[in-house]
C-alpha cells in the first residue's frame, strides 16, 4: 500500500457526498412575489445557481432539495421548462428549519460526508465547497466563518429605543459570522437532530454544539452572502455579471 506523509494510505475509501440545500423559506422580506430562492439571475433561479455550484464542485454528489409544499410543483415545473436536469430528491419542509433539515435527512445514509447549505447563497464558489468536503473527509463537523470587520455594539431594546447594555464589551477579534455549507459526517449530525426542538437552533452547528460535539471552522468566503433584501441580490447581479465575464 502506498503510504502519505502522514503515514496512512492515500488510497482510503472516500464517504459519498450529500448536500441538503435548505429552499423551503417564505421569503417575506424581500417583498417579492414569490420567494426569493426562486427569483432570478442572469436568467436562472438562485436555486439553480446553488445547486449548479456543488454539482460542478463535486460530480455525482447526491441533492437533497428541502421546499416548501406548496412550491415543489412550481420547481418541478421549473426544472422542466429550463431543462434543469439535475438530480434530486425533493423533500417537503417542516414548521422550522430543524424539522426540515430532520426531514431531509431520513434522505442520507450513515457513513456518509453531507453539506447543509442555504439555498439562497448562490455566491459559494465550487472551489470552497471542494476544499470543505476534502477536509470534512478527515474531521467530523466543519463550519466556514469570516471574521467581523465592523465595530459591534451590545444592545437592548427599551420600548421604541435601544439602549446600551453596560459592562458588556464585544471584543471583535474573537468574533466570527457563521456561513453555510456546514458539513458534517452524517450519523453525527443524524444524531444531534435526534434532539427535541430549542429556539436557540439557528443553524446546524449549534444543533451540533448542543448534542455535545466540538466543531472545526475554516475561513469561508465574503462574498458568500445569504440574499435576503433586495440590496443582497443587487450585489449578487454584479458579482455574477463580473464573474461571467471573467
Known amino acids: 500500500m502506498k503510504l502519505g506523509s502522514s503515514g496512512i494510505g492515500t488510497n482510503v475509501m472516500k464517504r459519498r457526498r450529500y448536500v441538503i440545500i435548505m429552499a423551503a423559506g417564505s421569503g417575506t422580506r424581500m417583498g417579492a412575489p414569490m420567494p426569493k430562492q426562486f427569483l432570478e439571475i442572469g436568467g436562472k433561479a438562485i436555486l439553480q445557481h446553488t445547486i449548479e455550484a456543488f454539482v460542478e464542485a463535486c460530480p455525482g454528489i447526491s441533492v437533497v432539495t428541502v421546499l416548501n409544499s406548496d412550491y415543489i410543483g412550481y420547481w418541478r415545473d421549473y426544472c422542466l421548462r429550463r431543462n434543469f436536469t439535475c438530480p434530486q430528491i425533493i423533500v417537503a419542509g417542516g414548521f422550522t428549519r430543524f424539522h426540515s433539515v430532520r426531514n431531509a435527512l431520513d434522505k442520507v445514509p450513515d457513513g456518509a460526508i453531507v453539506a447543509v447549505h442555504d439555498g439562497v447563497r448562490p455566491l459559494v464558489t465550487p472551489r470552497l465547497v471542494r476544499d470543505m468536503f476534502e477536509k470534512a473527509e478527515t ?4 463550519v466556514p466563518v469570516i471574521p467581523c470587520t465592523d465595530t459591534l455594539k451590545v444592545l437592548q431594546k427599551e420600548g421604541e429605543e435601544l439602549k446600551t447594555v453596560e459592562g458588556v464589551v464585544a471584543d471583535r477579534s474573537m468574533l466570527y459570522a457563521a456561513q453555510t455549507p456546514q458539513i458534517f459526517h452524517s450519523e453525527m449530525l443524524k444524531s444531534a437532530y435526534s434532539l427535541a426542538y430549542d429556539t436557540m437552533f439557528t443553524d446546524d452547528a449549534s444543533v451540533m454544539q448542543k448534542y455535545g460535539k466540538s466543531l472545526s471552522y475554516m475561513i469561508g468566503e465574503r462574498l ?3 440574499i435576503t433584501t433586495q440590496e443582497d ?11 461571467s465575464k471573467s
Open 139 to 142: 474531521v467530523q463537523s466543519l
Open 224 to 226: 458568500n452572502i445569504k
Open 233 to 243: 441580490l443587487l450585489l449578487a447581479e454584479a458579482v455574477m455579471s463580473l464573474r
